[in-house]
């Protein structure tokens, strides 16, 4: 079956702007998760939804970020007035039951950002 | 402060030979303790969880809460282990994952 899909799988845009990733999670799951991976890191927790609401968003860097899931199902992560700091790889996952011991993160492919 | 921590950015081993990838980590509850794993142009994928108690593609992990690490072993490396492993943890029943820096495997044939 299909995987974690996101779009776009690369982005760049200048310093300032505004940009939307998407991710389409595995149809039936509940969980949803991003992460941001930086060069030669592992990847960083932003936020977690169960369902449409978010459960946990005590990653988001600063309030420049902002994720919806309306519908509880695609996920899209917003940043505001992008920093060349912003640049990374946005990681998405999602899972059948979160915080389940046998629950599994399935990863989608990433969106490179990059912030001139 | 939660944090996992993997000392070697890099390991090289010959194929054959056996490879321990290290892990530990500081947490104050009662984590559950994960191994992903990287391959070339390919998703991060979880390999193991310490409460499955489990041998994937002949890797195990032993969770040592003494030492507070989470150690990866393979006996007999092979060329198709090459990859970047991903030590996590994360509260038991939680969500949220932490994950370390990651240690790039690297098996010469």
């Known amino acids: 079956g299909a995987g974690v899909s996101q779009t776009p799988s690369n982005k760049v845009t200048e310093k300032g702007k505004y940009v939307e990733l998407r991710c389409d999670p595995i149809?039936?799951?509940?969980?949803l998760y991003w992460y941001r991976q930086s060069l030669g890191q592992g990847p960083e927790f932003l936020i977690y939804f169960q369902g449409t609401g978010a459960a946990d968003d005590s990653g988001l860097p600063n309030d420049r970020f902002f994720a919806v899931r309306p519908e509880g199902s695609v996920s899209t992560l917003k940043i505001q007035r992008t920093e060349r700091g912003d640049s990374a790889v946005y990681l998405c996952?999602?899972?059948?039951?979160?915080?389940?011991?046998?629950?599994?993160?399935?990863f989608g492919p990433g969106t490179r950002l990059t912030v001139l | 402060a939660q944090r996992v921590t993997q000392p070697e950015k890099l390991l090289s081993v010959f194929k054959g030979a056996p490879v321990e990838l290290k892990c530990n980590y500081s947490?104050?509850?009662?984590?559950?303790l994960f191994w992903y794993v990287q391959y070339s142009r390919q998703r991060l994928q979880l390999l193991l969880r310490h409460i499955s108690r489990e041998s994937i593609k002949g890797f195990t992990a032993d969770l040592n809460k003494g030492e507070t690490s989470f150690h990866l072993k393979k006996p007999f490396a092979q060329e198709e282990d090459s990859a970047m492993y991903y030590c996590?943890?994360?509260?038991?029943?939680?969500?949220?994952?932490?994950f370390g820096a990651g240690t790039r495997l690297f098996v010469k044939a």
């Open positions: 149809s039936g799951h509940t969980a």
């Open positions: 947490y104050s509850g009662s984590p559950e």
């Open positions: 996590a943890l994360r509260n038991t029943g939680g969500f949220k994952t932490i």
């Open positions: 996952a999602s899972s059948f039951l979160a915080g389940v011991g046998t629950d599994t993160q399935y």
